[in-house]
């Protein structure tokens, strides 16, 4: 009998580096959920990787749609039982340039809370039933760099100035619910980390990224198919260990 592929699901895979993660999760031979809100969108992106030959599923998810999650849970419970891998990449950045942190709008804040962290606990929440029902569970969760306090707090560090308060603080907070998660998963087999893509050239910065897209999905990538020896609680770069 043979062994049943890997079951992986990639949040916000519409665009970006999400969809260039279910493209290399699927060349893995991984059955891979291309997770979009907008279900057309989300078909046409499938589409162009299942032309390709790839093991690509559609799944409509809004990360901020209570009843979107639950039905998505749902839905992959029923199809698969089960789900290996869970790669929380949906993200937004909303903060308008040119203002300091003290002038970002409240609405501001609330929608990028909404996102990038809350729909992550969310998804998290209603998935993991099905990561606890796969042998060996990865959890992967698209952070930034901009995350970094020990970063944003050194005059000499690069992304000093890059002062996006309410995507920064978001991106913190994800990489503390990481670490929150990886405790209570200490003793299962599930293996939860935080990672940066590198500045990837997308949409959210207009394609002025230094990165392509194959590089940028690079990390997730590795974490997701990470072997026995996966870290569990880290913050990573491709194989380099950040600072929190
Ligand atoms: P992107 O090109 O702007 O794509 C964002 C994706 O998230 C789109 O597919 C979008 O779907 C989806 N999305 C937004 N809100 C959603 C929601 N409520 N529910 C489901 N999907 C939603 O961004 P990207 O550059 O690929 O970024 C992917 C991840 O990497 C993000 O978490 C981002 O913060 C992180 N990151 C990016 C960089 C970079 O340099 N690009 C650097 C560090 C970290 P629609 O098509 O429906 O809008």
Do not use: C
């Amino acid at each position: 009998m043979s062994t049943p592929s890997r079951i992986a699901l990639v949040t916000g895979a519409t665009r970006g580096i999400g969809l260039e993660t279910v493209r290399q999760l699927a060349q893995a031979g991984v059955h891979t959920l291309l997770a979009g809100r907008n279900p057309t969108r989300t078909a046409a992106a499938a589409a162009v990787l299942q032309v390709e030959g790839l093991p690509v599923e559609p799944l409509q998810l809004d990360v901020t749609d209570a009843a979107s999650i639950a039905a998505a849970a749902a839905a992959v419970r029923e199809r698969h039982g089960r789900l290996d891998i869970l790669v929380n990449n949906a993200g937004i950045l909303r903060d308008a340039p040119g203002l300091r942190p003290s002038e970002q709008a409240a609405a501001t804040w609330r929608a990028t809370f909404e996102t990038n962290l809350f729909g992550v606990v969310e998804v998290t929440r209603a998935f993991l039933p099905l990561l606890h029902a796969a042998p060996a569970g990865r959890i992967v969760n698209v952070s930034s760099i901009l995350g970094s306090l020990a970063l944003h707090s050194d005059p000499d560090s690069p992304v000093y100035d890059l002062k996006l308060p309410a995507y920064n603080v978001s991106k913190a907070a994800l990489n503390a619910w990481t670490v929150q998660l990886a405790w209570e998963l200490r003793d299962s087999r599930i293996r939860v980390n935080a990672v940066h893509p590198g500045y990837v050239r997308t949409d959210m910065n207009a394609g002025e990224g230094e990165l392509d897209v194959a590089e940028g999905a690079r990390t997730s990538v590795r974490l997701a198919l990470a072997g026995e020896d996966a870290p569990n609680g880290g913050f990573f770069h491709v194989e380099r260990r950040l600072p929190w």
